[in-house]
């Protein structure tokens, strides 16, 4: 069998049988092709062995998932709340707002830090892009995209450049200069084309290189300068969410998130899904590396957050109450990585004890859902963007 995801219907010539057909836009080991629907089903059964089916593969594949499962149970010998028992409580938490961003004209969608740790861009449902000064609170660059809902933004490493895009289903790249009145718009250069919005993006270690992730079900790694795609990653079997690169230097994996409920660890260069988690009950809205790179956190629909260890290949805790009833739409790890900070729909922020699976603070003050949040790179602060049109900086 092929490595094939579905991207979309077409109607034209199908590149096998040549008739014109509805069409099924699938990669094969990156390369695309259109095949109806007949051929694609001819093209799935080669290569059966006589006797087998596509049921019996199913149900093989079934048995062989159970047998998965109960060996991860074997392992799964002690809770990671067990083990932290002996580890010294927290002290008082006393954060607070120190500054509030306000220029957006509708619901804040995405935002990261730049690594000087002052710059911060954000983009927005009024279809901008702003390059923000945190000390300040100036605006340093703003951006007209040609399309609202500008779901994903991005600094570059260098900070001299950042990412943008969302329902134009691009990834656009603007270089960022000291000249504060120049038309960014004039320098623009579309890196990345999918076939359906584009909900995440995050540079590589360098200005060079582009990951991105998508409503069309898949995540891609693009050439900034050609625009030309590296590698495909296909997985998911709908909207791929959210993704995060591993936070080491020579990091070559990276997690993603999706509708279909799952969060699957990839191979950059190789593009196989080398890991695969799926214990929470609905949409996964977002995933972060934890900073040593052997385990990852997820928030999702379904109120809550969890925390996946890659070396055990399991769900070690899971972070959770009876009273929150609201999905969880983001989460990052303070510089330690014991504290885990999520932003919820129900417009809070709660900090909880990564060790101890324990909620520590409440932090109020948006007065909209918190859709983006993100430690800065020193870790003496945070920012959360909210669909309250504002992003709040927090120490």
């Known amino acids: ?64 998932r159970k047998k998965l499962e109960e060996e991860r149970k074997k392992l799964h010998d002690v ?21 509030t961003l306000k220029g957006h004209g509708n619901k804040v969608l995405c935002m990261d830090w730049c690594k000087d740790k002052r710059r911060i861009v954000s983009s ?32 570059a490493p260098s900070g001299c450049a950042i990412a943008c895009g969302g329902l134009d289903n691009k990834c656009s790249v603007y270089p960022l200069s000291l000249d504060k009145d120049e038309n960014l718009a004039a320098k623009k250069k579309s890196v990345a084309m999918h076939t359906n919005y584009l909900s995440g993006c995050t540079f590589t270690n360098s200005d060079m290189q582009i990951l991105t992730s998508s409503g069309d079900g898949t995540s891609a790694l693009w050439d900034v300068e050609s625009g030309q795609l590296l590698q495909s990653f296909h997985g998911h079997s709908a909207d791929v969410l959210t993704l995060d690169l591993a936070p080491s230097e020579t990091g070559n994996t990276f997690v993603s998130g999706g509708s279909d409920k799952k969060a699957n660890v990839w191979d950059l260069r190789s593009g196989q899904n080398v890991q695969s988690f799926d214990t929470h009950d609905s949409d996964i809205n977002c995933v972060k590396y934890y ?28 972070y959770s109450k009876d009273s929150i009833i609201f999905g969880a739409a983001s989460v990052d790890f303070s510089l330690s990585g014991r504290l885990l900070f999520a932003g919820y729909n129900d417009y809070t922020i709660n900090v909880w004890d990564v060790l101890k699976g324990t909620r520590v603070a409440i932090l109020f003050g948006h007065e909209n859902r918190v859709s983006s949040l993100r430690v800065s790179p020193d870790g003496t602060a945070f920012c959360s963007g ?7 900086i927090w120490a």
Request: charged letters at 25%.
């Open 124 to 155: 927005s449902q009024d279809g901008k892009v702003i390059v923000w000064d945190a000390f300040t609170t100036n605006k340093e660059h703003a951006v007209t995209m040609p399309t609202t809902w500008v779901m994903a933004c991005a600094y």
């Open 386 to 392: 909210s669909w309250d049109n504002t992003l709040r």
């Open 1 to 64: 069998m092929c490595d094939q995801t579905f991207l979309a219907i077409t109607f034209g010539p199908c590149d096998s049988c040549s008739e014109n057909r509805p069409l099924m836009n699938l990669y094969i080991k990156t390369e695309p092709i259109n095949y109806c629907s007949l051929c694609m089903e001819i093209m799935a059964c080669q290569g059966l062995a006589s006797g087998e089916t596509l049921k019996s593969l199913k149900a093989e594949s079934e048995t062989l």
């Open 79 to 99: 809770e990671l709340e067990k083990v932290a028992e002996k580890a010294e409580a927290l002290g008082e938490l006393n954060m607070k707002t120190r500054r």
């Open 291 to 318: 900073p040593s790179g052997d385990a990852f956190a997820s928030a999702s629909d379904d109120s809550t957050c969890r925390l996946f260890d890659l070396r055990a290949d399991r769900e070690v805790s899971i």
